[in-house]
């Protein structure tokens, strides 16, 4: 299974970017998984930044990026987004997308032991 991270970039305060992240493997039904988007600061830990059910039809945010960021899914493309409105320098990070262990199930939540795969990453950089 391969997950893979695009879009990241350079971009000022309060523009926006929006991540792509596409999945591939034979055995790797995208359709079946939740996704989520973490991120990791300079000198910080990873972090949840926002997920997505299987179906598309329900997100979960963390508070700092809510009314900001917005999660969604392409089924047909094998692919997960997340559109980045209002950037703030605070949120320049590595930021990677991961499917979590368990197939279908509600909103897939934030604890990083929950995921199984993991994409390679793209940094976003916000200049102030």
């Known amino acids: 299974v391969q997950l893979q991270a695009s879009g990241g970039g350079l971009v000022q305060a309060g523009g926006s970017l929006r991540l792509s992240c596409t999945a591939s493997g034979r055995t790797f039904s995208f359709s079946n998984y939740g996704m989520a988007w973490f991120r990791q600061a300079p000198g910080k830990e990873r972090e949840f930044v926002a997920a997505?059910?299987?179906?598309?039809?329900?997100?979960y945010y963390a508070d700092a990026v809510k009314g900001r960021f917005t999660i969604s899914r392409d089924n047909a493309k094998n692919t997960v987004y997340l559109q980045m409105n209002g950037l703030k320098p605070e949120d320049t990070a590595v930021y990677y997308c991961?499917?979590?262990?368990?197939?279908?199930?509600?909103?897939?939540?934030?604890?990083?032991?929950?995921?199984?795969?993991w994409g390679q990453g793209t940094l976003v950089t916000v200049s102030s």
């Open positions: 997505i059910r299987w179906n598309g039809f329900n997100t």
């Open positions: 991961a499917a979590p262990y368990v197939q279908y199930g509600g909103v897939p939540g934030g604890r990083e032991n929950d995921y199984s795969y």
